[in-house]
């Protein structure tokens, strides 16, 4: 297809022109990520890096993170991009890896791999070669923040179990406050809300039964787990089916909402909002007192070398630095993330808290498992969710629909009759 | 002038707006064309498949039925909008054609939201129909008619509607000016005739004005169906990517979005179903839209 390489030229021409003017030199080392927000804590962490390696200039660029994955890959696929590339985790970092456009790392090139555990170094290997493509750069955590002020006020305690959860929640709408601030309106935040409330009643055996394909989403513990969503309802502010994301932050960092279910990634930005918001982040209810509330656990992304680059040395050195707990260190305590390189010290009395929750966790099991081929389990889950909860799906169907969706390219599926 | 240098002057006239044409029309609709005959990993093209992509967005589950009702959603937009926004700016033309008091301040007035971008309207619809912070809640309530207040985008009930009504109150100016300049060019005796003969304003609605419009609304209704078609933006911006609440307003050009380029979550891309359904969506609204005005051609009269 003449028409298809001429295009492929052209968008590499103007991918090229206005994203890279010209191959870096030795000593010159591009860098591109999604986080704009960050650029003075990397030009700090650059800067650390140059204290050890002299005359190695990094360049800093940052991209609109909804369009990131596109803009990388065009890039990338016409023979451009950084020497160093923030890429995402699961199917996010297989999209740059199957095309080949990464190079893979191994012990011999990156000894400091084995300073990360396998569940981190799996969010950024590629299933199909089993080889790892980036440094893993942070891990999330998912779980439940409330106001201190308010439990105080109405004289709750952190709820451990479902019952004290419930009991909570109706003390809290007694007092005329909304209990959670969550809402289902965006399809995103339905599947943190999901994955927030049932962890706990499926835990790391269930995950880990779908994955050896000895239970679909069909199981009876999911669907039960999907029950439990059904009762987080009277929890939910009035209308939740309408309440989007930003509207919910604004509920708990107004003070309106006593509970708000979330991500790690949060603190920082809450924080940022309301320096004053007496918050804390604990584990979502367990089922029962004497069993663990389980947290969900996710990586989030992670530092990988263009396949391409020319200049392989410096980048190497780069992306090494880069998985060394003095690295993990400054990027948890500049960033609020918490750095999965053991060893890493956190400061943060709250992140450190979060990285204690992390032993009892489970991971976030369709961002981990199921977003790597179409239909994702994600937008199956999220559509199916948000219409249970509107009252329009039994947690059956969700649990069907799910199967079916994933059956398509996930084998224990189809053999189960998904 | 020779007829060669004619030529040559025409052609140098033609030449930019044609180039223009060819790179942004013709390459993008042959290419979409090309890409989706092959399979795709993300942006990275694979084998030849032939018509495959359109196999699967047409015949196998779930995208078969994500593409069902993306397209029957843009049915009732289509639908809807026609009644809502086109019915509704003919009145409002009419109104304004009979001159009545005041009718300076409505003629600015209806077609004031048109110039805001799509963007603005739907931020500022999504905070009015908040269901915690917003006026339309808060006011029905206020009012004493809280029982009517609901979660408007929130559910897959009344969601794709709301979208339907703020896109005819942001649009109704555009069609109204349409069919205002088409009454105006109505000769006066022909309405005077028809009055004197005792015609009262529905008849004289119904047998002279609407027959004689018909120029005006063959392009309302054609621009009306390729605007529904290729709705994107509104959805967008007030219910999101997704389509949400649990596909309720998903509608193909969102459906389109999220296959070529990636989800709000997964961001996983596949060109070629992505490329198919462009293809699909372009072959439908050019074949409609030409079976259209041959329809609504036939039916306009010259005065």
């Known amino acids: ?418 | 002038m020779s007829r060669w240098s004619l030529r040559l002057w025409i052609a140098f006239l033609i030449l930019p707006a044609a180039a223009v044409m060819v790179v942004f029309v013709v390459v993008p609709i042959v290419t979409a064309l090309a890409y989706s005959l092959y399979a795709w990993h993300g942006s990275a093209r694979a084998g030849f498949v032939g018509l495959d992509n359109f196999r699967v967005v047409l015949t196998e589950q779930p995208y078969a039925g994500w593409t069902l009702r993306a397209f029957w959603h843009n049915v009732i937009v289509f639908v809807s909008l026609m009644l809502a926004q086109n019915g509704t700016a003919f009145f409002i033309a009419y109104g304004l054609l009979k001159t009545l008091p005041g009718h300076r301040f409505h003629q600015v007035a209806v077609f004031l939201p048109v110039i805001l971008s799509t963007v603005i309207i739907g931020a500022l619809w999504k905070l009015l129909l908040n269901p915690i912070f917003g006026l339309v809640n808060n006011g029905l309530t206020a009012i004493g008619l809280g029982s009517l207040a609901q979660p408007w985008l929130g559910q897959e009930s009344t969601a794709l509607g709301s979208l339907i009504f703020v896109n005819a109150w942001h649009w109704v100016g555009f069609p109204a000016l349409l069919f205002l300049a088409g009454m105006q060019r109505i000769p006066k005796e022909v309405l005077e005739a028809a009055r004197l003969d005792g015609a009262g304003d529905g008849v004289l609605m119904r047998r002279i004005i609407w027959p004689l419009v018909a120029p005006a609304a063959t392009i309302a209704v054609l621009l009306m169906f390729i605007g529904s078609f290729n709705w994107f933006e509104l959805p967008y911006v007030m219910t999101g990517l997704d389509g949400s609440p649990g596909g309720a307003t998903d509608v193909l050009g969102l459906y389109f979005y999220r296959t070529a380029f990636g989800g709000v979550t997964s961001g996983l891309q596949d060109f070629g179903r992505g490329s198919a359904l462009a293809v699909l969506m372009f072959l439908f609204i050019i074949a409609v839209s030409i079976l259209f005005t041959r329809m609504l051609r036939r039916r306009e009269i010259e005065v």
Not at chain 1, 125 to 145: E, H, K, W
Not at chain 1, 390 to 395: D, F, R
Request: with cysteine; aromatic share 12%.
């Open chain 1, 1 to 418: 297809m003449d028409s298809l390489r001429t295009v492929k030229r052209a968008v590499g021409a103007i991918a090229g022109l206005t994203m890279l003017a010209g191959p870096a030199l030795a000593g010159d080392l591009t860098f591109w990520t999604w986080r704009q927000e960050d650029r003075a804590q990397y030009a700090q962490l650059f800067a650390d890096f140059n204290r050890t390696n002299p005359g190695i200039n990094i360049r800093f660029e940052a991209y609109e993170p909804q369009n990131y994955q596109t803009i990388v890959s065009t890039a990338l696929a016409a023979g451009r991009g950084p020497d160093v590339i923030h890429v995402r985790a699961y199917g996010g970092l297989e999209q740059f890896a199957r095309a080949g456009y990464l190079m893979p790392l191994d012990n011999q090139t990156v000894p400091e791999l084995a300073n990360f555990t396998a569940e981190a170094l799996a969010s950024e290997t590629l299933r199909s070669d089993n080889r790892v493509y980036a440094v893993p750069f942070a891990s999330q955590t998912l779980g439940v923040f409330y106001n201190r002020d308010i439990f105080q006020r109405l004289n709750l305690q952190p709820p451990q179990t479902w019952e004290q959860f419930i009991a909570a929640c109706r003390a809290i709408k007694a007092a005329n406050l909304v209990p959670v601030a969550n809402g289902t309106a965006t399809a995103w935040m339905t599947e943190v809300l999901t994955s927030v409330f049932t962890g706990s009643f499926l835990g790391p055996q269930f995950a880990a039964d779908v994955v050896a394909g000895r239970a679909t989403f069909e199981d009876p513990r999911y669907v039960a787990a999907l029950g439990k969503m059904l009762e987080l309802r009277e929890c939910l502010p009035n209308g939740f089916t309408g309440v989007d994301y930003p509207t919910s932050q604004q509920l708990f960092l107004s003070g309106r909402a006593a509970m708000f279910a979330g991500g790690s990634f949060e603190i920082s930005n809450f924080r940022r909002q309301n320096a004053n918001l007496p918050m804390e982040f604990i584990a979502p209810p367990a089922p029962a007192a004497g069993q663990p509330g389980l947290v969900s656990l996710f990586f989030d992304g992670g530092y990988a070398i263009n396949a391409r680059t020319g200049n392989r040395d410096d980048a190497l050195k780069l992306v090494r630095f880069m998985a060394t707990p003095e690295f993990g260190n400054r990027l948890t305590a500049l960033l609020g993330n918490i750095s999965p390189i053991r060893g890493v010290q956190v400061q943060d009395p709250m992140l450190a808290r979060v990285a204690q929750l992390n032993q009892n966790s489970w991971p976030y099991i369709m961002a981990v498992y199921f977003r790597y081929d179409s239909p994702t389990g994600s937008e199956l889950l999220q559509g199916a969710v948000q219409r249970m909860m509107a009252g329009n799906a039994t947690p059956q169907q969700v649990g069907t629909e799910i199967t079916q969706g994933i059956a398509r390219y996930y084998q224990p599926f189809q053999r189960r009759g998904g």
